[in-house]
Antibody
Framework: QVQLQESGPGLVKPSQTLSLTCTVS??????????WSWIRQPAGKGLEWIGRIYTSGSTNYNPSLKSRVTISVDTSKNQFSLKLSSVTAADTAVYYC???????????????WGQGTLVTVSS | DIQMTQSPSSLSASVGDRVTITCRAS??????LNWYQQKPGKAPKLLIY???SLQSGVPSRFSGSGSGTDFTLTISSLQPEDFATYYCQQSYSTPQAFGQGTRLEIK
């Protein structure tokens, strides 16, 4: 059973960089036709797709965040990471990591999610 | 970017009711439409993928239909554990996007 677990600071100061890591267990991050995503959710609001990475290193980012976001992968540690720079209070949210499954033509979905981690931006 | 619009935003229903939630894409997304259920304090859970395929382990009272721009999620007979928020998501193109959510409440 694949499991994902987010980790990182729960409090980040404004203008600093938010850094989170997602550790994948129960399977190799490099196996299969999967990609690895970050999604966030401000309190009481909906879900926002941040971006994704394939283990080839190919990335896609949400244009609304693109200038501030970097997603990377470390296959040796079975982890992928998120860095979001120049944060403000608007970046306060629960951050989820998730596995994207696009094995089959016409199908692309998130089948495994981490439990989420709350990151608060405050001085 | 493709925008996803769900309706209604909230819905009150009773146990045993049949419920339908609608999701509309701002342009055609073929069948690249997924539905998730989220309960308070929990991560979203995949219910339906590729518009109409039931995820393994999800009860058969959940079903999805549609293609192109218009999609529906139907719960045939509401159970107490179904009261939650439901999100549609398009994976046709990046940036992927979610609908704003439909909160399903007990009447």
């Amino acid at each position: 059973q694949v499991q994902l677990q987010e980790s990182g600071p729960g409090l980040v100061k404004p203008s600093q960089t938010l850094s989170l890591t997602c550790t994948v267990s129960g399977g190799s991050i490099s196996s299969g036709s999967y990609y690895w995503s970050w999604i966030r959710q401000p309190a009481g609001k909906g879900l926002e797709w941040i971006g994704r990475i394939y283990t080839s290193g190919s990335t896609n980012y949400n244009p609304s965040l693109k200038s501030r976001v970097t997603i990377s992968v470390d296959t040796s540690k079975n982890q992928f990471s998120l860095k979001l720079s120049s944060v403000t209070a608007a970046d306060t949210a629960v951050y989820y990591c998730a596995r994207g499954n696009d094995w089959h033509y016409g199908d692309d979905h998130f089948d495994y999610w981490g439990q989420g981690t709350l990151v608060t931006v405050s001085s | 970017d493709i925008q996803m619009t769900q309706s209604p935003s909230s819905l009150s229903a009773s146990v045993g009711d049949r419920v339908t939630i609608t999701c509309r894409a701002s342009q055609s997304i073929s069948s690249y439409l997924n539905w998730y259920q989220q309960k308070p304090g929990k991560a979203p859970k995949l219910l339906i993928y590729a518009a109409s395929s039931l995820q393994s382990g999800v009860p058969s009272r959940f079903s999805g239909s549609g293609s192109g721009t218009d999609f529906t999620l139907t719960i045939s007979s509401l159970q107490p554990e179904d009261f939650a928020t439901y999100y549609c998501q398009q994976s046709y193109s990046t940036p992927q996007a979610f609908g704003q959510g439909t909160r399903l409440e007990i009447k």
